[in-house]
């Protein structure tokens, strides 16, 4: 069958009215307009949308904390070792990576107007980009490598976190490739082939941890090395798989079809340049706090990193909720800008900021009541144990606000604005939550809780700021000033 998407072969049953797995409905008159701006059917189509793209997110960081449950069997030391080379390889990643983050709503926007050719066009400079990213990211990684010692990483913990760096990083353009295929299928309202594709790569990713770090199967125990290479196979499979689903739905013309929508043109890539900076200013930012964050725990000896780490992981791991919500709002108010409704894209927005703070609360809730169950469940350690599970308790706290702060970032992302959260992070992070965090963590003897309250504090700070940018924006937004901010 020929779905409205284009002439891509999907069954019949998964087209089927407005909720098929595959739909995809440009609205143009106003009727549909009108119904799509009701709160409730925004917020229907959100979640319907959402809800892959969360289980693809979830699935990228489940092979995360897989690594951590498996290496926490080898030792305190493997497992503050590799949550240290993580930490950086994620630092330099997420912020190289963010640069072409906004093409989630520049494809939107392309297919809300029907410019579907535009838009294979778009993806091929996307993956232009994203390829001279990944060699600027591994020379860096590299580099870094052979330098841990002068950043502060201690002796008991330096050989895991260099092999282990060493490895990652050459899965770096295989991120890059998965983050900008995953945004076009999302932006055409086609995201479950990927949470599909994602949960087979953990399947792929925990077998090979097995075998890799602890000598199953006859292999040699590689240790923090393993967990590397666990992870770097599961990301090839995931990219073949991605371009044999992609090859698949262009009924086998995937290069003829990318190939006849190449017209290469310098102001795309400025274009995606200029919107594409102040995200990986965004990104360095925040990341880059939590990354600080866990150099500075270093020396506070194995112990404490490896509690820092155990934290992070469970944080990261409920940040992917709201991150896929943060996605899919993207998507949505993309669409509606492309389409030229604009109360529907504000509508859209605020149903995202909804649900990003409804998903944390029950996070929320669950670290509030059963901190022991939930952080008990990655180590068993006593140190790292008693050291991190009273941490877990404030956690639970903001919560919420990260949930709010990401899913606003989203919606401002979709209006083709990404400098309001590149500020907010540096301000929040930098100006706040870091200076607190430090001063009650070494100054008054804090240890790490002392850094989380800091954490925690700036990411309130910047959630509220986030909220007030939104709702200034969008109060004020005419509908023929946001035309030109993505195209």
């Not at 371009?243 to 310098?266: E, V």
């Not at 609360?361 to 050291?387: K, R």
């Amino acid at each position: 069958m020929l779905t409205p998407s284009g002439p891509y072969f999907i069954p019949q049953w998964a087209c089927h009215g407005r909720y098929g797995l595959f739909h995809y409905n440009v609205m143009n008159d106003s009727r549909k307009k009108s119904r799509t701006n009701s709160r409730l059917h925004q917020l229907a189509l959100l979640t319907r949308l959402a809800v892959p793209i969360v289980m693809s997110r979830v699935g990228l960081y489940a092979m995360e904390i897989v690594d951590t449950l498996i290496i926490g069997q080898v030792g305190a030391a493997a497992l503050a070792g590799v949550g240290t080379g993580g930490a950086l390889f994620w630092f330099v990643t997420v912020t190289v990576s963010a640069v072409v983050l906004p093409l989630d709503a520049m494809f939107s926007r392309k297919l809300g107007a029907g410019h579907t050719k535009d838009a294979h066009n778009l993806l091929l400079h996307g993956l232009i980009i994203g390829m001279a990213l990944s060699a600027f990211g591994v020379g860096i990684l590299w580099v870094t490598s052979h330098f841990l010692p002068e950043i502060g990483i201690g002796a008991e913990m330096l050989d895991p976190a260099k092999a282990f760096l060493q490895t990652i990083l050459l899965s770096f353009p295989l991120v890059i490739t998965i983050n900008i295929m995953n945004s076009f299928w999302q932006a055409r309202k086609r995201p479950i082939a990927m949470a599909v594709i994602i949960v087979a790569a953990n399947f792929v990713n925990y077998f090979a941890n097995i075998a890799l770090v602890l000598g199953h199967y006859g292999f040699e125990p590689l240790g923090a090395r393993g967990a590397a290479l666990a992870t770097l196979i599961a990301r090839i499979f995931m990219v073949l798989a991605i371009l044999a689903y992609s090859n698949w739905s262009y009924g086998g013309q995937l290069i003829k079809t990318f190939r006849l929508a190449w017209s290469p043109h310098l102001e795309t890539f400025r274009h995606i340049l200029k919107l594409g900076m102040p995200s990986a200013a965004q990104a360095a930012a925040e990341v880059g706090a939590f990354s600080l964050s866990t150099i500075v725990i270093t020396r506070l000896g194995a112990q404490a990193t490896a509690a820092h780490q155990v934290l992070l992981r469970i944080a990261s791991f409920t940040f992917m909720f709201p991150l896929g919500i943060s996605q899919a709002t993207s998507v949505m108010v993309g669409h509606r800008l492309g389409e030229g409704d604009v109360h529907g894209a504000r509508r859209a927005g605020w149903s995202g900021i909804y649900l990003g703070a409804g998903i944390m609360a029950i996070s929320s809730i669950a670290m509030l009541l059963f901190p022991e169950i939930i952080y008990g469940s990655f180590t068993t350690d006593p140190g790292v144990f008693n050291l991190g599970v009273s941490c877990l308790l404030y956690m639970g706290i903001f919560q919420i606000f990260d949930g709010i702060q990401v899913a606003a970032t989203g919606a401002l992302r979709g209006f083709g604005n990404t400098a309001a959260s590149m500020q907010a992070n540096l301000l929040g992070y930098y100006l706040l939550g870091l200076p607190i965090g430090l001063w009650l963590c070494f100054a008054r003897g804090m240890n790490i809780l002392g850094l989380w309250i800091g954490l925690a504090t700036g990411l309130i700070a910047v959630a509220i700021w986030l909220i007030i940018v939104w709702f200034q924006l969008t109060r004020r937004t005419p509908s023929a000033s946001i035309a030109p901010q993505i195209s």
